[in-house]
């Protein structure tokens, strides 16, 4: 198993940067692929980027593209959103995922493991 507890949301403006954090127990980290997810007041939980096991991949929900960034640290076992340009439509609470099995990587149901979360907001 693996706890994951996420940090570095906050209340920024439009236009803005933040670095979210996720930092996961256990000494396997390297053998989880990480994605980061969010969930709008009233709305689905949708994907927002994923990252694989050695790093080398990456992907993209189309409306974050060019704008957030993936990436991890498997030495801290941490894996980071950077978040540049941000817009009030960003505003939701951000939750990383782990997973062990193959696949996309794009879906809820993909991952097995999850943290608690971290507020993000972007006023205008």
């Known amino acids: 198993q693996v706890q994951l507890v996420e940090s570095g949301g906050g209340l920024v403006q439009a236009g803005d940067s933040l670095r979210l954090s996720c930092t996961a127990s256990?000494?396997?980290?390297?053998?989880?692929?990480m994605g980061w997810f969010r969930q709008a007041p009233g709305k689905e939980r949708e994907f927002v980027a994923r990252?694989?096991?050695?790093?080398?991949?990456?992907y993209y929900v189309d409306s974050v593209k060019g704008r957030f960034t993936i990436s991890r640290n498997n030495a801290k076992n941490t894996v980071y959103l950077q978040m540049n340009s941000l817009k009030p439509e960003d505003t939701a609470i951000y939750y990383c995922a782990a997973t062990q099995r193959l696949g996309p990587g794009t879906s809820r149901s993909g991952y097995d493991y999850w943290g608690q979360g971290t507020q993000v907001t972007v006023s205008s």
């Open positions: 256990g000494r396997t980290f390297s053998s989880y692929a």
């Open positions: 990252i694989l096991r050695s790093g080398g991949s990456t």
